[in-house]
Structure formats: C-alpha cells, structure tokens
C-alpha cells in the first residue's frame, strides 16, 4: 500500500489535504495541534497513521498526541524502537485495545548498517510490540539498498525505504517484493524525508511494474 505522508501546520489544512486520501500518515511532530486537534483529524476516518517524531515535542506531549490519536481510531501508531519503556508501554497497551496496528519504526540517518545488525534491529521491533516493523536507513550505494531490501526475505510485515537520493530505488522495489507499505509525498516538493516519492509518480511506476 502507497501511505501519503502529511505534514500540514494545522489540524484544518491537514483535514483538507485528506480530502480523496485513503491512507495517510499523519506528522504530528510537523503540525501546531493540540490533543483536540488530534480528534479532529482522526474521529471518524480510517486509514490513518499517527506519528509523531522525537527532537521538537517533549516526550509527554508526543505521547499525549499519540494516546489522544488512538482514542480517536488511528489505524496504525507509530512508535520508535528506542523508545523508552515508560513512553511505550502505554502507547502499546492502549493501541493494543483499541484495534490499532503497532508500527515501531527505526531510522539509522548516517548508514545503512550491516545485514546482521539490521536484522537485530528488526527483532528488536517485534520483541518490542510491533505488528510492522519499519526500517529506514541512509543509503549511499547499491549494496545499501541490496541489504535493505533482503530484509524482506522474512515471512512477517516489514516496511524497508532507503533515505536519500540514492535510496529512492527502495521505495520502488520494496512494494513488490513484500513491503507491506510504503511512504510517498503529496507532490513534489512535500516531502516529509529525504528520497519520498511523490504518490501519483510512484503508484505510475508501481501499476507498471506490475505488468510485467
């Protein structure tokens, strides 16, 4: 499945940047919202991921958006693998209830590490709730994008995607050798990480590809 990331500033530009979207992962990190703000765009709408990244929020609010997300019927909540217990565990238990698919994410933004390393990284995910694990490393080389990709050789729900320019092969390749999503822009110029490709270019290639 293509997921259009969205990083609108508002809850009423991201409501509108929905519009004729089926599924969407929603930066809450990137937008000014409160937890009302977070009903607003989840209530009543499915197809929908909450994330929202370490580095600007305090873990309290992030973890109050995302719980606020939930309740509201997120389809999926994303949760990074270094995530302290304290941070996670709610967020687990409640998506865990609530029907809400756990995705726990780990971003390597300097490499692209070994295959032994990246496969620890995805048993880490699992062990740590996950019903997708999601890997998304900086890629400079082919090899990179190799290592990245073969990781779907594993029988569970993986999510792999190359970060940088280099890496956008990933993105293209990943779906149709058992990615079970991934990640592309509104458009150009919306890109919410560094190597997306923006939706209606990507599903072009995809339906080609297919063909074959």
Known sequence: MICISIAEPT???????????????IRLDRMSVDENGVRQIFSGRRGL???????????????????????????YVD???????????????????????????????????SRSELEAVVERCFAGG??????????????????????????????????GRKGAKTRVMAPLLGAVLVYASRGEGRETAEGQIDHDRLASWLRMMEEI
């Open 79 to 113: 949760i990074e693998v270094e995530a302290g217990e304290d941070y996670r565990r709610p967020i687990v238990t409640s998506a865990k209830k609530a029907g809400c698919r756990i995705i726990v994410s780990y971003h390597n933004f300097g490499k692209t590490p």
């Open 11 to 25: 809850p009423e530009q991201c409501l509108a940047a929905l519009e004729g979207v089926s599924f969407a992962e």
């Open 49 to 75: 991921i909450a994330t929202c990244r370490p580095g600007g929020l305090p873990d309290e609010t992030r973890k109050a958006l995302l719980l606020a997300a939930i309740a509201a019927g997120a389809s």
């Open 130 to 163: 996950a019903d997708v694990a999601k890997i998304a490393c900086r890629v400079e080389s082919d090899r990179d994008n190799s290592r990245l990709l073969g990781l779907l050789d594993d029988g569970r729900s993986l999510a792999v995607m190359g970060l």
